[in-house]
Structures are given as C-alpha cells and as structure tokens.
T-cell receptor, first 113, second 109 residues
Framework: EPEVTQTPSHQVTQMGQEVILRCVPI?????FYWYRQILGQKVEFLVS????????KSEIFDDQFSVERPDGSNFTLKIRSTKLEDSAMYFC???????????FGPGTRLLVL | GQQVMQIPQYQHVQEGEDFTTYCNSS?????IQWYKQRPGGHPVFLIQ?????EVKKQKRLTFQFGEAKKNSSLHITATQTTDVGTYFC?????????FGKGTRLHILP
C-alpha cells in the first residue's frame, strides 16, 4: 500500500540554524500538507500546497517557514532560523484532492537546542 | 473558525471494559473525522461522518455524529491492549484538518 515517507526521522539542530525536512507524498496525490505536534499536544495545521503554490497557511507558518516541491516527488519544509519553540514532531500528509482523506507520514522529530 | 473540544483528556480502563470519547463544537460541523495515534506514531485516519445522526461501525468501534451535527462520539467495546493510543476528532475544512486535543487511552491489564 502506498505510504507517505519522511526524512530524516530525527533531527537535532542548534538554535538559529536552518533545517529542511523532506517528504515524499503518495505518487498520485495532488495536495500536500505540513502539520506539527508539540510533545503531548494536538496536531496543528501549518500549510497546504497545491499546484506548486501555497493554498492555505496558519498563523504558525510565519516568514521563517517555507515549502517547496523541488522535483516531481519531494515536498520540503524549510525553517530558516530555528527557535527553541520549533521543537516538535513535523508530519507531512497528502491527499488526492482537497477535502479527501489525508494520509500522514511517520513524522520527523525536530529538537532545537 | 471551527474548533472542536474533546473529552476526556485521559482515560484509563481495564482491558475488556468499554471506552468512549466525546467531541463537541459550538458551531454546526460540515463533517467530523476520527484519527488514532499510537504512542510514538502518526495520526491514522479511521473514519469520516458527514450526515446528521450518522452511525458507523468498524468492528469494535462505533462512531456517531449528532443530529445537530455539533457533537460526535467514538465508542470502543471490550477494549484490547492494541487500542492504546490517542484518539483525535477533527474537522476537514477545505485545505486543512483542524484537530481536537485528543483523548489518551491507557489500557490496564
């Protein structure tokens, strides 16, 4: 069964450093998403992406964040200058169309020191 | 925007007992989804309800959507150790899913 994959599974970085989290959505899906989950808390929407542009973003997704689909398979989340409060699990998800079932990847656990 | 409140936050049950988690909204919901997240895992879609008063079953899990489409529940009959995890209700709205805070289920052997 097709799955969303994410790399790396864990990332440790120093405050102020840039990180890039990578995702490979399910191949026939057109909508891509990033969510984050701070330890012990609920899953929060960050951004949705369709047709090579952001379709919606939350207030969390400020100028430090960017997303890109650099090729036909990868979907990336970049955090330009990490802060301590960016420490969280970051989930990528994809769906065939908007409002359809979203399939989540296994996540990348980011720790900012 | 649409927010969903979920109770209880935590639930401990003996293996074999039933479990129910509730989801409430102050506004009418277009749909309600339920996800399960195992410890250390990622959210896994369980089901979506869209119709007023809808009831769906998946083996030991029963999902209900209220008549007014403002509340929903997930009931697990005769819990097993494999049911451990956090159960989230959520609303799928356009390009995003809005999650509740979840109910963490612990099973006591």
């Amino acid at each position: 069964e097709p799955e969303v994959t994410q790399t790396p599974s864990h990332q440790v970085t120093q405050m102020g450093q840039e990180v890039i989290l990578r995702c490979v959505p399910i191949s026939n899906h057109l909508y891509f998403y990033w969510y984050r989950q701070i330890l012990g808390q609920k899953v929060e929407f960050l951004v949705s992406f369709y047709n090579n542009e952001i379709s919606e973003k939350s207030e969390i997704f400020d100028d430090q964040f960017s997303v890109e689909r650099p090729d036909g398979s990868n979907f990336t989340l970049k955090i330009r200058s990490t802060k301590l409060e960016d420490s969280a699990m970051y989930f990528c998800a994809s769906s065939v169309l908007a409002r359809e079932t979203q399939y989540f990847g296994p996540g990348t656990r980011l720790l900012v020191l | 925007g649409q927010q969903v409140m979920q109770i209880p936050q935590y639930q401990h049950v003996q293996e074999g007992e039933d479990f129910t988690t509730y989801c409430n909204s102050s506004t009418t919901l277009s749909n309600i989804q339920w996800y399960k997240q195992r410890p250390g895992g990622h959210p896994v879609f369980l089901i979506q309800l869209v119709k007023s008063g809808e009831v769906k079953k998946q083996k030991r899990l029963t999902f209900q959507f209220g008549e007014a489409k403002k509340n929903s529940s997930l009931h697990i009959t005769a819990t097993q150790t494999t049911d451990v995890g956090t159960y989230f209700c959520a609303v799928n709205r356009d390009d995003k899913i809005i999650f509740g805070k979840g109910t963490r289920l612990h099973i006591l052997p």
